[in-house]
């Protein structure tokens, strides 16, 4: 599994588990709404400041963003 299509659907999934859209979540995380968008889409990789600012706007702890559907993490 590519490390970007399991952050981008964990990103997706636990935004829209808070009821949030890409603009609110963007607002929420101090980040761009087409950036998050970017992020969403694989078309941009990320920097660790910016996976921790969306770990924190989520208020989830970093790794699960990287862990996969199946339960494994990224290897």
Do not use: C, P
């Not at 659907?9 to 935004?15: A, D, G, H, I």
């Not at 607002?27 to 660790?48: F, N, P």
């Amino acid at each position: 599994m590519d490390i970007k299509d399991v952050f981008s659907r964990n990103l997706k999934k636990y935004r829209t588990n808070l009821g949030l859209s890409q603009e609110k979540f963007a607002e929420k995380s101090k980040l761009h709404r087409t950036y998050i968008s970017a992020i969403e889409s694989k078309r941009r990789s990320i920097s660790l400041d910016n996976i921790q600012k969306i770990a924190d706007a989520l208020e989830i702890e970093t790794y699960k963003l990287f862990i996969d559907d199946d339960g494994d993490s990224y290897e």
